[in-house]
């Protein structure tokens, strides 16, 4: 168990701290929780690395899911999922990626082959 410790410090030294989270969840594996609320209903939790994003969750070119989270309440019976991702790129330009507004030439990541923005555009560049 030192030995995995040792492995993971050097990991996030060397290579970053997202790294470090992507090998940490991956050795705990997928897991669930259940809580019980103030009112006595119950809320059920999955926290799975593997589980894939809803379909319009749009991932950064190159994103790493370290990560994915489901969570189910009374309220919100359909589950709201969270993602922790780690990806490589300027801040200016995941923000930009991010901000963008829905129908925008980005698809998942990439574009959709429509006109390259204009200058002064600030737009993600995906040259």
């Known amino acids: 168990m030192h030995r995995f410790f040792l492995a993971l410090v050097a990991i996030v030294v060397l ?3 997202g790294y470090g989270a992507v090998v940490l969840n991956w050795a ?3 897991w669930e929780a259940t ?9 059920h939790m999955r926290f799975d690395p593997s589980m894939p994003p809803a379909d319009f969750v749009p991932l950064f070119h190159g994103a790493q899911v370290i990560q994915s989270t489901r969570v189910m309440t009374k309220d919100a019976p359909s589950g709201v999922g ?3 991702l780690s990806v490589h790129g300027s801040a200016d330009a995941v923000r930009d990626f991010y901000r963008a507004p829905p129908g925008s030439d980005r ?3 990439q574009r959709t082959g429509g006109a390259e ?3 002064g555009n600030r ?3 995906w040259r």
């Open 28 to 30: 705990m594996g997928p």
């Open 35 to 43: 809580g019980i609320e103030q009112d006595g209903s119950l809320t």
């Open 82 to 84: 969270m993602l922790d």
């Open 15 to 17: 290579f970053g701290s």
């Open 107 to 109: 698809v998942h990541g």
């Open 123 to 125: 737009r993600l560049s």
């Open 117 to 119: 923005p204009e200058p």
